[in-house]
């Protein structure tokens, strides 16, 4: 049953703040911020000794939980901190935040607690937009909605919504090759945003997810893989055009937990080649949890006067964007897109040049990544929602195409056409609507006037506790309002109306998607339970190889491709037996350069091991069965020329459950052997060939 369209759209005057406080702790590694203390009024309070003589005691509206926090406890406090205590106690309508600033022991007892608890409110205030008032505020109402079972989708049908299928080696609504030569003629004015606000926990990994190695082949980390894609992207740019001033910059959203880890994985490793000021840095903050469903602060368990933070999600990268200046920088400087990626799937840079032709081509304001989705999948879908009068009438400027959470599309589904739910399509076996790989390109222009809107980027938020019973009234854990980076379509339709342009680009998920997600010992019990996708370390390897022997099948090599049947368990997790083959950034990141650079007849047994790194690197009747390893510098121009190698290779080896072992190898369960390698490092200006008798000659 349809009714008004209301549901929806009082988030979107839930989420509008008219003024913003300028948190002092966001950071840019490349700009600074700004900062402003907050205008709210504030109650008046009394100074012993000092200019003003308005008591907090004294004021025409008091609560008992207001008579507990003494004159002399306030006088003590720094002033933000007084400030910021008495917007709470102001602010509080039914008692919720007693618990935060009553009973405070005399002054003169613990008094640095109270400094520090009121310091840190004074934080949280200031970095989240229109202060704790609004964020309390929000909390209440969508708690709210949780315990009542609201549904926010309920006055909207689902629709599949237009978009592209692009398939790297068949047919698709578009050809690949159509959608990757449009791509190379906008990526010049790209802009990357890589969300990378997480640590390796999940993984059992102490570190951040960035600096995971995401192969044993060539020990390369997440970070690197992005930066040199961005750099063979550039490279790409610069011969397409002419133009050798291209410069693509990136951006690095941290968190509190990650940002000094990034910071010196980039140092210590002088980028990875990229320039200082094309990297910056944003950190998001944390948001207070909360306890209970009238939105009372959460303490610390072991300490009452510390207000327990948890992630406020990705959805802070917009207004982090906007507020750092950098997305009226970017168009100033003439870029057109912002392409946003996830830290952990090393997989969808391939994918990049495609999406970016695509939205080129349908004049997408935003395009989502996507892959073919199962029905029931535990993952989201792309879908246009229309939202049904009570007429039974659609209205197209309350439309719009977004991300739905699969326990919300199922119920949603099972209330329209013939009520069957979230079903596959019978002629493809998939969902009808594209799975979210939550990877997004978006055009500049829209982009930039979007956040420049009454919102400033702030996305809308949601809340999802974990209720103790079916009362849905007490929680097993604090919870907070969250964010995310996709639901940014809500701003758009905001600020542009019917005229928003949204789709999306599906791609094979062996070409785009596998992230690396879950510790060993969670995958394998998924294994055990059916599942294909353990989203593991070495899942999310295995699955890079496979993509690269496709591409060489593509390209003519005569090596076997891995399907499903073929794949053996590792440390109980199913990983190609080989070839594991490596195509780095710089010798290819488009179909285009693959086709030209593999040559002639090639042939890689099973057993092989592959990488290949270099911008000016040919390979042509190659024979290989064992281990090959071909590294070319910048102006190095190598071609090699019927080479045969045979030796032992490289192996994968389980862990031994009596040793111990580094964690990015434990996290695996296995080690790789390199027995035996070929290797050529030519760095050396000129040409060279490498013969069938493996020798290095330079020509002329």
Not at 187 to 197: D, H, P
Not at 278 to 297: F, Y
Not at 303 to 331: A, F, I, M, N, Y
Request: glycine share 8%.
């Amino acid at each position: 049953m349809k009714f008004q369209c209301t549901a929806l759209f009082w988030l979107l005057l839930n989420a509008s703040v008219s003024s913003f406080a300028t948190p002092s702790n966001y950071k840019s590694q490349a700009l600074k911020s700004s900062s402003s203390s907050s205008s709210s009024k504030r109650l008046p309070f009394l100074y012993r000794g000092g200019q003003k003589t308005n008591s907090i005691l004294s004021a025409t509206v008091q609560s008992p939980s207001q008579s507990a926090v003494s004159d002399a406890n306030l006088e003590l406090l720094p002033t933000r901190g007084r400030e910021a205590i008495l917007s709470l106690i102001e602010n509080d309508v039914n008692g919720s935040q007693s618990h935060v600033y009553g009973d405070w022991p005399e002054a003169g007892v613990q008094d640095d607690d109270k400094i520090r608890l009121s310091e840190q409110l004074a934080d949280l205030d200031s970095s989240y937009p229109g202060g704790l008032k609004a964020y309390l505020s929000k909390a209440r109402t969508l708690l709210k909605e949780s315990a009542d079972g609201v549904n926010p989708f309920e006055e909207y049908e689902a629709l599949v919504p237009e978009g592209e299928l692009l398939s790297y080696d068949g047919e698709g609504s578009m050809s690949f090759s159509e959608a990757e030569q449009l791509g190379l003629q906008g990526m010049s004015g790209a802009v990357f945003v890589l969300v990378a606000g997480g640590l390796g926990e999940r993984l059992g990994y102490s570190g951040i997810k960035l600096s995971l190695e995401t192969n044993l082949c060539t020990n390369k980390c997440y970070l690197e893989v992005y930066v040199k894609y961005i750099k063979a992207m550039e490279y790409l740019a610069r011969l397409k055009t002419g133009n050798n001033d291209i410069r693509i910059p990136l951006v690095i959203m941290t968190s509190g937990d990650t940002d000094p880890l990034t910071r010196k994985l980039l140092k210590d490793n002088s980028n990875f080649g990229m320039d200082d000021d094309m990297i910056s840095i944003v950190t998001q903050d944390k948001v207070p949890a909360l306890k209970d469903g009238n939105a009372g602060l959460a303490l610390d368990d072991s300490d009452r006067w510390s207000v327990q933070t948890k992630p406020h999600g990705h959805g802070d990268v917009h207004h982090l964007l906007h507020r750092e200046g950098l997305v009226d920088k970017w168009e100033k400087e003439g870029r057109t897109h912002v392409v946003f990626l996830q830290d952990t799937n090393a997989l969808v840079i391939n994918s990049v040049v495609p999406t970016i032709g695509v939205s080129i081509a349908k004049g997408f304001h935003m395009n989502s990544i996507c892959i073919p989705r199962l029905a029931g999948e535990a993952a989201g879908a792309i879908a246009r929602l229309e939202c049904v009068l009570v007429t039974h009438k659609t209205d197209p400027k309350k439309s719009l195409v977004i991300n739905v959470e699969y326990n919300q599309l199922d119920p949603l589904l099972r209330t329209q056409g013939d009520c069957t739910g979230d079903v596959a399509d019978p002629e493809t076996g998939h969902s009808p609507f594209p799975g979210n790989a939550n990877n997004i390109v978006i055009e500049m222009g829209a982009y930039a006037k979007t956040l420049r809107g009454e919102d400033q980027g702030v996305v809308l938020e949601f809340v999802n506790p974990k209720y103790k019973d079916g009362s849905r009234t007490e929680f097993k854990k604090p919870t907070r309002l969250e964010c995310m980076m996709q639901d940014i379509p809500k701003l758009f339709q905001k600020e542009m109306k019917d005229s928003a342009n949204i789709g999306f680009t599906t791609f094979d998920r062996w070409f785009t998607f596998s992230p690396a997600k879950n510790a060993l010992e969670a995958g394998v019990a998924d294994v055990k339970k059916g599942s294909i996708a353990p989203g593991t370390m070495s899942s999310a390897e295995s699955d890079k190889y496979i993509q690269n022997q496709r591409k060489l099948k593509f390209a003519g090599v005569d090596i076997d491709v891995t399907t499903p049947d073929d794949l053996v368990m590792v440390a109980g997790i199913p990983v190609t037996p080989g070839p594991r083959v490596m195509l780095c950034p710089s010798f290819a990141i488009t179909q285009e350069e693959i086709l030209k650079k593999i040559q002639g007849k090639n042939k890689i047994t099973k057993r092989s091991s592959l990488v290949l790194e270099g911008h000016h690197l040919t390979i042509k009747d190659l024979e290989l069965d064992g281990a090959l390893v071909i590294r070319t510098g910048e102006d190095s121009h190598v071609t090699v020329d019927g080479l045969k190698v045979e030796n032992r290779g490289w192996e994968l080896v389980e862990n031994d459950p009596s040793k111990e072992y580094e964690e990015t190898i434990a996290i695996r369960g296995y080690t790789m052997a390199k027995h035996d390698t070929r290797e050529y490092i030519i760095e050396e200006p000129g040409h060279f060939v490498i013969g069938e008798d493996g020798e290095v000659q330079k020509v002329d």
